[in-house]
């Protein structure tokens, strides 16, 4: 399986994005009101996403529950972005929990710690979408939003992580 090895990690390519799109959403924000703002960035954010999860599955060569657990262990996590704790991966389910996020310091120390939802975390099921659109995650908390761990529950009726 090929798997994309970034030339640029992507907590630095989500650092260069906030620190343009974070003070535009604010602008907005002051203009239209923040839940119409925070709406059109993460549908905008949303069709992003997809497009990416797409790429990612034609980069990674197949698009299993298996080659999505490649994706995020490479890209998602690179240089210790993201400490993760895998609990399942099998052909119907990718279980883990993520225990540490940088993207949580970086969105705090750019002044952006209440947009990180919008700019990182609501992503994460559009990615899946686009990368397979029979995966579905079920998430109930994130350490951006003050879980102490991000609980991803990514499922789907074929094909797992032992096909990758």
Known sequence: MQAPDPEIPLLAIRQAQASL???LIEAYADTIGRQKAFQI???VIAGQAEAAGRKAARMAGGNSLGHLWQIIRRTWALDGALELE???CDEKRLYFNVTRCAYVRMYSELGLAHL?????CSRDGSFAHGFNPEIRLERTGTIMEGASFCDFRFSMNHRGCNDA
Do not use: F, I
């Open 41 to 43: 960035a993460g549908t």
């Open 21 to 23: 799109a974070g003070p």
């Open 86 to 88: 895998l609990l399942a």
């Open 116 to 120: 990180g939802r919008v700019l990182s």
